[in-house]
């Protein structure tokens, strides 16, 4: 085959056989390329600028394997909706690590490529809908700058996928720094010997964290390391309203990456309860909950480490625990500390938390925009009226820029650093589902298309498409996403 860049040097299956299984995809009968990442194919060193538009069909459904591929499927296990389950990719394929030209190496994973030993009850296909849908949902927080697994490509199978309806078969490739999940430390824990255990962390840490390997406590290390990166990606979904839908164990990276988009949307007007995903009926996985559960992953993510960690149980429970409840501290600092980006603040001290508390309040009361109010208030010659008539909201306005007064700038200076941190654009939750049932059901792709290109400048105003600002009334009320299998 021509050389298109592909350059695997795959580890993980140097790693003991528990870990994976072998598995080749399941030929697609009529592969048709759909989409192709050109930026992120320009990212991993990727050309395929040479390669026809039926062999690129054929190579993105697994149909012909890419030169130094070595597919497997990966074990793991995990909490869903706080209960353990044994797991892996039951619809997933890892074809090996790509080295890219800067030496970022990268898993690069068909989903949806059939049938695998992990598949249970499943039949390892996926629909074109939900996976139109994890492209542009990770296109979109990469472009908002939200650490994210990036899509290459979606192809379609040819195939149906038989759900509540029939919909047409799909094949997303998938990047991501890697699949190693919170699950797969719980998988080793549950299933698997003190020495593979001990195997699993040190390929961890030498994947992820190197630096960590002369430390002392290199479990600890891990735990710390988790800890912060998961913390930093929270603070993200916080910042811009995102909800990933169904943070189990096994959908937390260790890369601190946000992967599995199923059910994920985005919230609307502000309420920490907002929760769409038609499975999470006692709102697990609400907005305002994400923090509290990833503290509460990390905890089972923890207790995974324990007899690395120190020999003596209580020692290891002990440091632990100090790191799970340290990250609540840390979270809150965090926290306000974006949010004060969000207002303009230079620094974030007593007034100004308090200047959040009753505006997040106020928001919550009135139901105002998340993404929205922000631009709002740095622009208030285009406030609309309802601004102009609330008298808390007025009141609160005129201590805002009393405070960005006294810091020095006012708010011109304050708006040139609102601009960077809040995004002018975010997938709104109907335009999504009406450009991902018109591509899937219907074959046209003209609403997918402008939409994706939107997202590419989240920050920036874009005359044309100011539909992206107005939620249709009574829509969030009704609205439900779907675990996307
Ligand atoms: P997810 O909700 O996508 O994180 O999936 C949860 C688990 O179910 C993972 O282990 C998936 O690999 C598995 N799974 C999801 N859909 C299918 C399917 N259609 N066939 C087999 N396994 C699936
Ligand atoms: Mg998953």
Known sequence: MMNTGWNFHTTYNKLSPDFYSTVHPVPADKPELILLNSRLADELGLDFSIVDRSQLASIFTGNQLPEGAEPISQAYA?????????????????????????????????????????????????????????????????????????????????????????????????????????????????????????????????????????????????????????????????????????????????AGESIDFGPCAFMNGFDPATAFSSVDTNKRYAFGNQPGIVQWNLGVFAGTLLPFIDKNEDKARESAQEVIQKFVSQFEEEWYRMMGNKLGFKKTGKQEKELINQLMSWMQRSKADYTNTFLIIAKPAETPDYFNTDQEFLSWYDQWIAVLEKQHGGLSEARLRMTNINPVYIPRNHIVEEALTKASSHGDYTNFHTLLERLKRPYREQWEAKDLQSIPPGFDEKYKTYCGT
């Open 78 to 254: 995990g909490h869903q909706f706080g209960h353990f389950t044994m797991l892996g990719d039951g619809r997933a394929i890892v074809l090996g690590e790509h080295l890219a030209p800067d030496g970022q190496r990268y898993d690069i994973q068909f989903k949806g490529t059939g049938r695998t030993p992990y598949s249970r009850s499943g039949d390892g296909r996926a629909t074109l809908y939900s996976m139109l849908r994890e492209y542009l949902i990770s296109e979109a927080l990469f472009h908002l700058g939200i650490p994210a697994s990036g899509s290459l490509a979606v192809t379609e199978t040819g195939q149906p996928v038989y759900r509540e309806t029939v919909h047409p078969g799909a094949v997303l490739t998938r990047v991501a720094s890697s699949h190693i999940r919170i699950g797969t430390f719980e998988f080793a824990a549950r299933f698997l010997s003190p020495d593979k255990r001990q195997e699993l962390l040190d390929y961890t840490i030498s994947r992820h964290y190197p630096d960590l390997e002369e430390t002392e406590n290199k479990a600890l290390g891990l735990l710390n390391r988790v800890a912060l990166k998961l913390l930093n990606l929270v603070i993200e979904w916080m910042r811009v309203g995102f909800i990933h839908g169904v943070l189990n164990t096994d959908n937390m990276s260790i």
